[in-house]
């Protein structure tokens, strides 16, 4: 018999909601208190209280099984006295609240209610809704007795209206893993080290274990992640795949490699998510019933959208979901999040795994299935996710603001003044009046931030035709996101209050963010890190927060060692060198580039680029230099510029956007110079993250500058060799190559790598 698997709050949903989206501001500095309210009221009925109780129910209903699963807040039991109790915050006066005034919130408890009386054999129970009005303290309880008839009579309402959608979606899925079964691998023969990649991924799916896979050019690792996952999926080994990136681009190989699986056999459901500001309809981003015609009544138009969508189209990208919500008239933000929950495919941004603020919670709060990440360019991931929890909060955009409110606006104004007044007693702490550190958050601060921001909601919900509205909404979300992000504050945090570019910031710095990846990791079941650059895996491993029991492959260029040519010039980069060397340098680079063909010189910063840049003999040469600014049309613009027949030589940062992701295949791009070890720049920040892991383990300058700094270079001299065709070179200009770690982190398939001492002694006798 067939089987639907779904959460309590999945199945309310489709089944009961309705109206308008409405996201106008309502206030949320209450976030923290939501915590405390629920552990409060949870702690008051002591030991005879049993907080946050998974409660299961599987059953036969209507020839099929359907298994649904939920978490209570609480369950109350005292001898054979039993009361489920579901726990709400609210604005609302509480003389207003009545038995019926949120069928959604009785329909989650009945659920759980039920659930409780078919597995405790009861005839009748006690469902509460505790409501807890956050603005006064006060608490209002309804509590009603229900027989087990009467729950189940509900409950099976429930699924009579969930009944038509769980059957399309069982007999699609049944298509779907016939198909798989029968599905091959999508060309006549596995690329060198590719087999060994997909066997690699597949065990770790059905292990329910991470790896970290290392996979040059060439291997060919979309496919090898999700031909073995989609394999999974029809064998019942995971319920879905989350396809993470960090760019567009990336998303773009995932969609293209099930777009040859499909001409291949294959049926497989698969939205690709798209941010919200690409995504919708309208000139402005307003969601609410007042400016969104998509956005009133969303919620009574969207199931025959689900249900439209989900018979006719098996790719959800962003013109299929735009098509469709003007159709049914949904807000395609919320359309294409829908459509995720039934998709077998999630394409999208780390940011919905791993950002606290944005990530997907309708999937990971009290989830029913079984997911796969698969997470690409995953070095990319170290830094993003530092950035993710983290925040700072500038004094000058304080003062700014409350140069900006009016006289009637004081009571904001005193609050802001009082907050930027905090910060500047902190800087006043600082060393040397540079900067202040501290291993502890100041809680008052914390309390500080939440009061204003309760003082600027106020203003928010009663002031919206001010001239500077956004500007105060701005720094109440950079608040609110302070606020969560101190959530998170332990010993892998450090306070630092910092003088930067005519402002002081007051930063909560997140320096090592394994305790928090290693809970994200636990949302799904299996997890597969992979990167033409992840050297070295244990690095990478420990700060992405895996466990010490992992998978790890580290693969071999599967194109022939002969087409790349590796060129070192011991020569210092360093910064006390630099002066004396920039000529050198400049000359090294006119004799690499005098072949014709299209070169990428790479600097490590836009300072010691134009050192050089304005040394260069540019005389009969097309030379082109990156913008600091560079948009992103302006990035395909200068890319287009390289062509088989041209001779570009192109003066670029390492590390920045044309270091990697780019595939200028054939003669489009001849050779790279890579100028240093790509180390970052020293800073009070990233000295910080040394302090922390030399502490921890002795290996703070690898960690913080060396692995992330190689990691660049790696990156960089990987965009000459595209295809098992191209022929090319790379030239490292750092005397530091020649020495370990340096020279152990660079790839094993780099064969034979020529020192070039002669091309130093040439420049000595031209200079």
Same mark, same amino acid.
């Given at each position: 018999?067939?089987?639907?698997?779904?959460?309590?709050?999945?199945?309310?949903?489709?089944?009961?909601?309705?109206?308008?989206? %409405?996201?106008?501001?309502?206030?949320?500095?209450?976030?923290?208190?939501?915590?405390?309210?629920?552990?409060?009221?949870?702690?008051?009925? /002591?030991?005879?209280?049993?907080?946050?109780?998974?409660?299961?129910?599987?059953?036969?209903?209507?020839?099929?099984?359907?298994?649904?699963? /939920?978490?209570?807040?609480?369950?109350?039991?005292?001898?054979?006295?039993?009361?489920?109790?579901?726990?709400?915050? #609210?604005?609302?006066?509480?003389?207003?609240?009545?038995?019926?005034?949120?069928?959604?919130?009785?329909?989650?408890?009945?659920?759980?209610?039920?659930?409780?009386?078919?597995?405790?054999?009861?005839?009748?129970?006690?469902?509460?809704?505790?409501?807890?009005?956050?603005?006064?303290?006060?608490?209002?309880?309804?509590?009603?007795?229900?027989?087990?008839?009467?729950?189940?009579?509900?409950?099976?309402?429930?699924?009579?209206?969930?009944?038509?959608?769980?059957?399309?979606?069982?007999?699609?899925?049944?298509?779907?893993?016939?198909?798989?079964? #029968?599905?091959?691998?999508?060309?006549?023969?596995?690329?060198?080290?590719?087999?060994?990649?997909?066997?690699?991924?597949?065990?770790?799916?059905?292990?329910?274990?991470?790896?970290?896979?290392?996979?040059?050019?060439?291997?060919?690792?979309?496919?090898?992640?999700?031909?073995?996952?989609?394999?999974?999926?029809?064998?019942?080994?995971?319920?879905?795949?989350?396809?993470?990136?960090?760019?567009?681009?990336?998303?773009?190989?995932?969609?293209?490699?099930?777009?040859?699986?499909?001409?291949?056999?294959?049926?497989?459901?698969?939205?690709?998510?798209?941010?919200?500001?690409?995504?919708?309809?309208?000139?402005?981003?307003?969601?609410?019933?007042?400016?969104?015609?998509?956005?009133?009544?969303?919620?009574?138009?969207?199931?025959?959208?689900?249900?439209?969508?989900?018979?006719?189209?098996?790719?959800?990208?962003?013109?299929?979901?735009?098509?469709?919500?003007?159709?049914?008239?949904?807000?395609?933000?919320?359309?294409?999040?829908?459509?995720?929950?039934?998709?077998?495919?999630?394409?999208?941004?780390?940011?919905?795994?791993?950002?606290?603020?944005?990530?997907?919670?309708?999937?990971?709060?009290?989830?029913?299935?079984?997911?796969?990440?698969?997470?690409?360019?995953?070095?990319?991931?170290?830094?993003?996710?530092? %950035?993710?929890?983290?925040?700072?909060?500038?004094?000058?955009?304080?003062?700014?603001?409350?140069?900006?409110?009016?006289?009637?606006?004081?009571?904001?104004?005193?609050?802001?003044?009082?907050?930027?007044?905090?910060?500047?007693?902190?800087?006043?702490?600082?060393?040397?009046?540079?900067?202040?550190?501290?291993?502890?958050?100041?809680?008052?601060?914390?309390?500080?931030?939440?009061?204003?921001?309760?003082?600027?909601?106020?203003?928010?919900?009663?002031?919206?035709?001010?001239?500077?509205?956004?500007?105060?909404?701005?720094?109440?979300?950079?608040?609110?996101?302070?606020?969560?992000?101190?959530?998170?504050?332990?010993?892998?945090?450090?306070?630092?209050?910092?003088?930067?570019?005519?402002?002081?910031?007051?930063?909560?710095?997140?320096?090592?963010?394994?305790?928090?990846?290693?809970?994200?990791?636990?949302?799904?079941?299996?997890?597969?890190?992979?990167?033409?650059?992840?050297?070295?895996?244990?690095?990478?491993?420990?700060?992405?927060?895996?466990?010490? %029991?992992?998978?790890?492959?580290?693969?071999?260029?599967?194109?022939?060692?002969?087409?790349?040519?590796?060129?070192?010039?011991?020569?210092?980069?360093?910064?006390?060198?630099?002066?004396?060397?920039?000529?050198?340098?400049?000359?090294?680079?006119?004799?690499?580039?005098?072949?014709? /063909?299209?070169?990428?010189?790479?600097?490590?910063?836009?300072?010691?680029?134009?050192?050089?840049?304005?040394?260069?003999?540019?005389? %009969?040469?097309?030379?082109?230099?990156?913008?600091?600014?560079?948009?992103?049309?302006?990035?395909?613009?200068?890319?287009?510029?390289?062509?088989?027949?041209?001779?570009?030589?192109?003066?670029?940062?390492?590390?920045?956007?044309?270091?990697?992701?780019?595939?200028?295949?054939?003669?489009?791009?001849?050779?790279?110079?890579?100028?240093?070890?790509?180390?970052?720049?020293?800073?009070?920040?990233?000295?910080?993250?040394?302090?922390?892991?030399?502490?921890?383990?002795?290996?703070?300058?690898?960690?913080?500058?060396?692995?992330?700094?190689?990691?660049?270079?790696?990156?960089?001299?990987?965009?000459?060799?595209?295809?098992?065709?191209?022929? /090319?070179?790379?030239?490292?200009?750092?005397?530091?190559?020649?020495?370990?770690?340096?020279?152990?982190?660079?790839?094993?398939?780099?064969?034979?790598?020529?020192?070039?001492?002669?091309?130093?002694?040439?420049?000595?006798?031209?200079?």
């Amino acid at each position: 018999m067939e089987k639907i698997k779904l959460s309590v709050h999945g199945l309310i949903d489709f089944v009961m909601r309705s109206g308008d989206i %409405d996201n106008t501001f309502t206030g949320i500095s209450r976030m923290k208190e939501g915590q405390k309210i629920h552990q409060k009221l949870q702690k008051e009925y /002591g030991k005879y209280y049993e907080k946050e109780v998974v409660l299961k129910n599987e059953i036969e209903y209507k020839d099929l099984i359907f298994a649904v699963e /939920g978490r209570a807040d609480g369950i109350y039991h005292k001898g054979n006295e039993v009361l489920i109790d579901e726990i709400k915050s #609210t604005t609302r006066n509480l003389e207003d609240l009545k038995y019926n005034s949120n069928p959604l919130h009785w329909a989650q408890a009945k659920c759980y209610g039920y659930f409780y009386c078919v597995k405790n054999n009861l005839e009748e129970i006690d469902i509460q809704l505790t409501y807890y009005q956050v603005e006064s303290d006060d608490i209002k309880r309804i509590i009603e007795k229900f027989t087990k008839a009467d729950l189940e009579e509900f409950y099976f309402t429930l699924l009579d209206l969930y009944l038509d959608f769980s059957v399309m979606i069982l007999k699609f899925k049944k298509e779907r893993d016939e198909h798989i079964r #029968t599905l091959q691998f999508p060309f006549l023969s596995y690329r060198k080290g590719q087999r060994k990649m997909t066997v690699g991924v597949y065990k770790t799916i059905r292990d329910k274990n991470i790896l970290f896979a290392e996979a040059p050019t060439g291997i060919g690792k979309t496919m090898s992640t999700l031909f073995p996952s989609i394999k999974a999926v029809g064998e019942g080994l995971t319920d879905k795949i989350f396809y993470l990136t960090a760019r567009s681009t990336t998303k773009e190989a995932a969609v293209k490699a099930v777009y040859r699986l499909m001409d291949r056999g294959l049926r497989f459901k698969a939205v690709i998510i798209t941010a919200k500001d690409k995504i919708c309809i309208n000139d402005e981003v307003k969601c609410n019933p007042k400016d969104c015609p998509f956005a009133k009544g969303h919620f009574d138009r969207v199931n025959d959208a689900i249900l439209d969508i989900y018979e006719n189209e098996e790719i959800l990208n962003m013109e299929t979901i735009i098509d469709y919500s003007k159709k049914h008239k949904v807000c395609p933000m919320e359309f294409q999040l829908d459509m995720a929950i039934y998709s077998d495919l999630v394409v999208c941004d780390y940011n919905y795994v791993f950002d606290p603020t944005v990530y997907l919670r309708r999937f990971f709060e009290g989830t029913v299935e079984k997911y796969t990440f698969l997470i690409d360019e995953s070095h990319n991931l170290v830094d993003r996710g530092r %950035d993710m929890y983290s925040k700072e909060i500038s004094m000058k955009k304080i003062n700014q603001l409350v140069n900006l409110l009016e006289e009637d606006d004081y009571k904001v104004k005193n609050a802001l003044n009082k907050i930027s007044n905090i910060i500047d007693d902190f800087y006043r702490l600082a060393e040397n009046n540079k900067y202040y550190i501290s291993k502890y958050i100041d809680d008052d601060f914390v309390s500080e931030i939440i009061f204003t921001m309760r003082t600027m909601e106020k203003f928010l919900t009663d002031k919206k035709d001010k001239p500077y509205y956004d500007d105060v909404l701005d720094l109440y979300f950079e608040f609110s996101k302070f606020v969560k992000i101190s959530d998170f504050y332990s010993d892998n945090y450090i306070t630092l209050v910092i003088s930067k570019e005519d402002d002081i910031f007051f930063k909560i710095m997140c320096l090592d963010t394994s305790p928090i990846f290693k809970n994200i990791l636990k949302r799904a079941e299996s997890s597969v890190f992979f990167s033409a650059t992840l050297s070295p895996i244990p690095f990478y491993a420990d700060v992405l927060g895996a466990e010490e %029991d992992y998978y790890y492959l580290r693969l071999n260029s599967p194109f022939d060692s002969d087409n790349l040519k590796v060129g070192i010039v011991p020569i210092s980069t360093r910064y006390q060198d630099r002066e004396e060397n920039y000529s050198r340098i400049t000359k090294i680079l006119e004799n690499y580039t005098n072949k014709k /063909g299209n070169y990428m010189l790479f600097f490590p910063s836009y300072k010691f680029m134009q050192e050089v840049y304005d040394r260069f003999n540019k005389e %009969d040469k097309d030379v082109i230099k990156q913008d600091s600014n560079l948009t992103e049309l302006g990035r395909e613009q200068f890319l287009k510029q390289f062509k088989e027949d041209t001779s570009i030589i192109a003066f670029v940062v390492l590390g920045g956007v044309f270091s990697e992701g780019i595939d200028l295949v054939g003669d489009r791009l001849n050779g790279a110079a890579i100028v240093s070890v790509g180390l970052p720049g020293i800073s009070v920040e990233r000295n910080l993250i040394k302090d922390y892991y030399d502490e921890k383990e002795n290996t703070g300058f690898e960690y913080a500058y060396i692995y992330p700094g190689m990691n660049k270079v790696a990156q960089a001299a990987g965009r000459v060799i595209r295809d098992k065709d191209d022929k /090319g070179t790379v030239l490292l200009i750092d005397d530091r190559f020649l020495k370990n770690p340096y020279r152990k982190l660079l790839p094993r398939s780099w064969n034979s790598i020529k020192v070039l001492n002669s091309l130093i002694r040439t420049n000595n006798k031209r200079g």
